[in-house]
Structures are given as C-alpha cells and as structure tokens.
C-alpha cells in the first residue's frame, strides 16, 4: 500500500466525525489532557516500531510508536507496544478497526491509555 510518510503538509482532512472538531491549537491542548496514546498487546515477536507504524498510519498521525522492551524477553513473546496519536479521534479510530485483528498468529489487542 501508500506510505504514509508523504502525507505531511497541510492537508488536515475534516471528515466532520464526532461534535468536538476544535482549533488546532485546542486540539494540540487537549492531547495532552486526554492522552492520544494507544497501548498495543499481542505484536508479532519480530516486528519492528517501523512495520507498526505502517501498519498504522493510516488512522491518523503517528508522534511516536515505542516497544517495551522488557515485556518480551523470553524469546518469541508477543510484544506490547505505546504508540501516541497527534489527536483523540486518530486514537479512537485505529482502537474501533483495529482491536481484536490476527496478525501473523495472535491477536492484536488497542486500548487507549493515559
């Protein structure tokens, strides 16, 4: 598929969902008030920050994609791992289309964190 890379600029697309559509710099407020950031269990044991923000990116903006380390020290574990959204809503929609999918033998699991 597209890479999500190009797709900086200016082209904040407003799809009209949810009632909260704020300035962005309320929005930029408000993250860090509501936190956009998604705990993610059951990551392939060989997948890479990289291969998850791909897989990802089409959701929204991704500000970070982090793997916790210790949580798969015995070998083919599956991971957990933070990523944080630039918005709620981004956050929101990865967790609705994401949450309970298969990949690679187990399943992943979105939940929104502080």
Request: charged share 25%; glycine share 12%; aromatic share 2%.
């Given at each position: 598929?597209?890479?999500?890379?190009?797709?900086?600029?200016?082209?904040?697309?407003?799809?009209?969902?949810?009632?909260?559509?704020?300035?962005?710099?309320?929005?930029?407020?408000?993250?860090?008030?509501?936190?956009?950031?998604?705990?993610?269990?059951?990551?392939?044991?060989?997948?890479?920050?990289?291969?998850?923000?791909?897989?990802?990116?089409?959701?929204?903006?991704?500000?970070?994609?982090?793997?916790?380390?210790?949580?798969?020290?015995?070998?083919?574990?599956?991971?957990?791992?933070?990523v944080?959204?630039?918005?709620?809503?981004?956050?929101?929609?990865?967790?609705?289309?994401?949450?309970?999918?298969s990949?690679?033998?187990?399943?992943?699991s979105?939940?929104?964190?502080?």
């Open positions: 598929g597209p890479s999500c890379h190009r797709r900086r600029g200016r082209e904040r697309r407003h799809d009209g969902s949810g009632p909260d559509q704020l300035p962005a710099a309320a929005a930029a407020a408000r993250t860090l008030l509501d936190g956009a950031a998604v705990r993610v269990t059951g990551v392939p044991s060989e997948m890479s920050e990289g291969e998850l923000r791909e897989l990802l990116c089409a959701h929204g903006h991704i500000l970070s994609v982090t793997m916790e380390r210790g949580a798969y020290s015995a070998g083919r574990t599956p991971k957990v791992a933070r944080v959204f630039d918005a709620v809503g981004s956050a929101q929609r990865a967790v609705d289309k994401m949450d309970g999918v990949l690679r033998g187990t399943k992943l979105f939940t929104i964190v502080d």
